[in-house]
């Protein structure tokens, strides 16, 4: 038998299957990477969803839409809960990037602040009112830039507001 015949073979099989190895790894990869993206792009979804929703509902409240048994406050408390808020937000920080998860910190507070505004009783278009949501509005729109890069896509350069 011929060694040199014998080892040719046996290194052609290590390559072979080396070379297989890295190809599927890699493949691995690319497809986790791909999976945690549209991931996030489905939670990011959600969340700004879930805040427009609240927002919605506070400013029914803001106009007296709500059940007469409650407070202004406790309505717009209810206003805000209702909508799942919290709980999107514990899945967002949990796969988020940091930017994304500081920037949808920082917005989810501004619409707290405009829950307590609207629930202190403030008139739909009294000036507490429009600087709340005004500051919430600047928030959500770092917020949305901020997902926009983490997901790849370039940033708007319309303003998209509330």
């Known amino acids: 038998m011929n060694w040199l015949t014998l080892i040719s073979t046996l290194l052609g099989a290590v390559v072979g299957v080396g070379t297989t190895l890295l190809a599927d790894r890699a493949r691995w990869g690319r497809e986790r990477q791909a999976q945690t993206l549209e991931h996030r792009r489905a939670l ?9 929703l609240a927002q919605e509902s506070l400013f029914a409240v803001s106009y007296g839409r709500h059940p007469a048994e409650l407070t202004r406050d406790l ?20 796969s988020g990037c940091e930017p994304v998860v500081a920037a949808a910190d920082a917005a989810f507070h501004r619409l707290k602040e405009f829950r307590d505004v609207v629930g202190s009783g403030a008139a739909p278009t009294s000036p507490e009112v429009m600087e709340a949501i005004t500051a919430y509005a600047a928030e959500l729109r770092t917020l949305r830039h901020a997902m926009r890069d983490d997901l790849g896509e370039p940033r708007l350069e319309i303003d998209i507001s509330n």
């Open 44 to 52: 990011y979804g959600e969340f700004l969803t879930t805040l427009n």
């Open 75 to 94: 309505a717009a408390r209810a206003a805000f809960g209702s909508h799942q808020v919290y709980a999107v937000r514990e899945r967002l920080v949990l």
